[in-house]
């Protein structure tokens, strides 16, 4: 099955930036429609920023203009650019990853701490 591992979190101040990266295996990455969610303490998880197999993008209000998801099909991961980070920001983020129809079986990575903070 797909296997999903995340990096790139760490402790950063109002401002600063962060690239999170999600390498995935098991699967044909290049079919699957990929996404990055947040949880913040004692909130769900919510989503942050989507990417199609065409490289199709969405992001949530919160971080338009300011995050930025890509994908790298020969690597096998998909990328999640934080800019201008602030404290809000601060979550455990995951990566997803969702089988070609008509299955839509949904992979999870193990997540990566964001903290933001002065």
């Known amino acids: 099955q797909v296997q999903l591992v995340e990096s790139g979190g760490g402790f950063v101040q109002p401002g600063g930036s962060l690239r999170l990266s999600c390498v995935a295996s098991?699967?044909?990455?290049?079919?699957?429609?990929m996404g990055w969610y947040g949880q913040a303490p004692g909130k769900q998880r919510e989503l942050v920023a989507t990417i199609t197999s065409g490289g199709q993008t969405a992001y949530a209000d919160p971080v338009k203009g300011r995050f930025t998801i890509s994908r790298d099909n020969a690597k096998n991961t998909v990328y999640l650019q934080m800019n201008s980070l602030q404290p809000e920001d601060t979550a455990v983020y995951y990566c997803?990853?969702?089988?070609?129809?008509?299955?839509?079986?949904?992979?999870w990575g193990q997540g990566t701490q964001v903290t933001v903070s002065s």
């Open positions: 098991g699967g044909i990455f290049s079919m699957n429609d």
């Open positions: 997803q990853s969702k089988s070609p129809a008509p299955y839509y079986i949904t992979y």
